[in-house]
């Protein structure tokens, strides 16, 4: 079993940044990504990585968002710079090995304007 759980969202104004964190547990990982959703909308790729590094990017994160992993391959990150009031949404972990997929509770990014 996977555990996946993320950590450094909050509230911030325009203009700032943001860095989440994602840690997981229990098995061998491929690919992992970031999602988020907002209030009323479905949930929307920000950024997917995988093992050897390269990276994709849904089109609200291009230019402002940096997807990474740490060494050991278990973490993944978020850096999120120029945060604008359309940010706010609660953004999850997703990790995939090959036994499935694994999602983390959530960590909310408010943005006030």
């Known amino acids: 079993q996977v555990q996946v759980v993320e950590s450094g969202g909050g509230l911030v104004q325009a203009g700032e940044s943001l860095r989440l964190s994602c840690t997981t547990s229990?098995?061998?990982?491929?690919?992992m990504a970031w999602y988020r959703q907002a209030p009323g909308k479905q949930r929307e790729l920000v950024a997917k990585?995988?093992?050897?590094?390269?990276?994709d990017y849904g089109g609200s994160a291009k230019d402002r968002f940096t997807i990474s992993r740490g060494n050991a391959k278990n973490t993944m990150y978020l850096q999120m710079n120029n945060l604008k009031p359309e940010d706010t949404a609660v953004y999850y972990c997703?990790?995939?090995?090959?036994?499935?997929?694994?999602w983390g509770p959530g960590t909310q990014v408010t943005v006030s304007a």
């Open positions: 229990g098995s061998i990982l491929t690919t």
């Open positions: 990585i995988t093992t050897d590094g390269r990276t």
């Open positions: 997703a990790a995939w090995s090959d036994r499935g997929t694994y």
